[in-house]
């Protein structure tokens, strides 16, 4: 089938319905996904959401209508893989062996490049001729094949993996583009609104108890950075036995059971919170975890009513890096709120939650 009029595009949250109606006949009919219930189109926006918010997802479209789609995913979650991605690609079953796919990866590895990432990964279940040809054509090479991994349609089935690198080669990795602003607006068919599910990233982040004693140890920690770089009156980090107050929900992101990065979401009034105790322990800076955990703690603002969202951090240049990950989480430059001073050691930055409402609107009112 001609390529002629084919449209690659990322994709948006609309593209759910089409893009599961594709997958399902793969999940139910064949063993080339090891999923054995199809997702619906809501499993389906989640996927689409945190592929876009880290990696990339792009859609093929004829005359409008979606034929195929590719993404990519994390290859492991451990920090030292953080550059390497594993890769996927569906088209409509009428539209295998036509170029789709190879259009479809050419599009993803693009950005993927673009966002710093530099070997990706394809796991291809076996006997499978037409999927191992794409991959070879793309100039993906043999790994191994893993023998009976996985039973299926009443059999066991092998799986061959095939990598190739992107972007340069040889030299050390570049920093990779950090996420979107994956608890924030994402665009939904041409307009902007906000996510109604939480986004799932490599680094789950859930409720922790401040008390514990790892806890403890982390808050510790950013006490102790907080105090040695503002001045003594003007450290306005909580502390721990802040912490339990009924306005604060604490937040925590565990990697293999070790606690990496914490925050806090603390109520200053019904219509307007704080973020607290952002802080990730230091060799896991850098991979994502701390961008976790605040994009967690906006998606909980959000969905508990909150119109505004605000937070305080130093101006000196040892937060510099703080000031960056609220900038690109879409927090903006505010005046100083609840009771605190205005100082030239404190930066006031704010992020609006409120549908319909400008920052201006919320800052100011």
Not at 159 to 172: D, H, K, M, S, T
Not at 221 to 243: I, Y
């Amino acid at each position: 089938m001609a390529l002629a009029g084919l449209l690659v595009r990322d994709a948006t949250l609309d593209d759910a319905m089409a893009c599961a109606s594709i997958y399902s006949p793969y999940v139910t009919g064949t063993p080339v996904t090891f999923e054995v219930d199809p997702p619906g189109p809501g499993a389906v926006a989640e996927r689409i959401a945190a592929a876009l918010a880290s990696h990339a997802w792009v859609v093929a479209c004829d005359g409008g209508r979606v034929v195929g789609y590719a993404y990519a995913v994390p290859y492991r979650s451990r920090a030292a893989y953080r550059w390497s991605c594993e890769v996927s690609v569906y088209a409509e079953m009428g539209r295998r062996r036509t170029g789709v796919g190879r259009a479809l990866y050419q599009a993803l590895f693009e950005r993927l490049e673009a966002r710093g990432y530099r070997m990706v990964v394809a796991g291809m279940t076996l006997p499978n001729e037409a999927s191992m040809g794409l991959h070879r054509a793309m100039g993906f090479e043999p790994i191994g094949t893993f023998r009976r991994i996985g039973w299926k349609l009443g059999a066991w089935h092998d799986v061959a993996y095939a990598q190739r690198p992107i972007g340069l080669e040889g030299g050390g990795p570049v920093d990779i583009a950090g996420p979107i602003d994956i608890a924030g607006p994402i665009d939904i068919g041409g307009t902007s609104r906000p996510l109604s599910f939480p986004i799932p990233t490599p680094f789950p982040v859930a409720v922790e108890d401040p008390q514990a004693d790892d806890v403890r140890q982390l808050v510790s920690q950013h006490l102790s950075f907080c105090r040695q770089a503002s001045p003594p009156e003007e450290c306005h980090a909580l502390e721990a036995g802040d912490l339990v107050d009924p306005a604060v929900t604490f937040f925590g992101c565990r990697m293999g059971g070790k606690l990496v990065a914490v925050g806090a979401l603390k109520a200053i009034s019904a219509e307007h919170a704080e973020v607290k105790s952002m802080h990730t322990e230091r060799f896991s800076r850098r991979t994502g975890a701390g961008s976790a955990v605040l994009a967690h703690i906006i998606f909980v603002a959000r969905r508990r009513g909150f119109q505004r969202l605000s937070l305080e951090t130093g101006s000196m240049e040892a937060f510099a890096p703080a000031r960056a990950l609220y900038k690109k989480a879409g927090f903006v430059p505010c005046g100083p709120f609840a009771g605190y001073p205005d100082s030239p050691n404190s930066t006031y930055m704010t992020m609006v939650l409120a549908s319909g409402r400008s920052q201006a609107e919320v800052t100011e009112g």
